[in-house]
């Protein structure tokens, strides 16, 4: 299945943090295609308008952002990746958040710190990643081995797995 991926840093452009989640991603997603990245100044409109842009243009099946997720002093206009992306999804995916973060934090506490937000727009799954090289993969793993079942789901696939598949009753 091809699954059509773009890559969003929020700040500056960081093309190493881009290239380990490349390769994470096409070594545990077989048919990940990365066919869009850039980079958006931390302006909330301006990552809300490209998110929309990618899922309602290009159709992208998976959006990964990476930066902006920390928390901010007031009405900063930093770090307003998860309230651009909250603006954007129609359909939040909390468990997703709550996962990556937890993961995170088995390796770091302070990654209970990150605001990163996961949901869906149309039949697009946006992912908040925080910035970095490292700390973006240890988010990533929390739920890359889930992205399939939901890109099933997403596509209306017949074979989409469900809880009650994996469940045993006794």
Do not use: Y
């Not at 929020?10 to 980079?39: F, M």
């Not at 990552?47 to 900063?76: F, N, Q």
């Amino acid at each position: 299945m091809l699954i059509r991926t773009g890559l969003l840093t929020v700040g500056l452009l960081d093309e190493e943090a881009i290239a380990i989640i490349t390769d994470v991603l096409r070594k545990r997603l077989p048919g990940v295609q990365v066919l869009q990245t850039q980079a958006v100044g931390s302006q909330r409109h301006w990552v809300a308008d490209t998110l929309i842009r990618w899922c309602d243009e290009e159709e992208m099946d998976l959006i990964v952002t990476l930066g902006g997720t920390l928390p901010a002093p007031g009405p900063s206009s930093a770090e307003i990746t998860p309230e651009a992306t909250g603006d954007v999804v129609e359909r939040p995916l909390p468990a997703f958040s709550e996962s990556m973060r937890n993961h995170a934090a088995q390796e770091t506490r302070l990654a209970l710190l990150d605001r990163s937000v996961a949901g869906i727009r149309g039949r697009t799954i946006i992912l908040n990643l925080p910035a970095g090289t490292a700390t973006p993969v240890l988010f990533l793993n929390g739920v890359i081995d889930l992205l399939p079942a939901l890109l099933a789901h997403l596509g209306d696939h017949e074979t989409a797995p469900v809880a009650e598949d994996a469940l045993v009753i006794v």
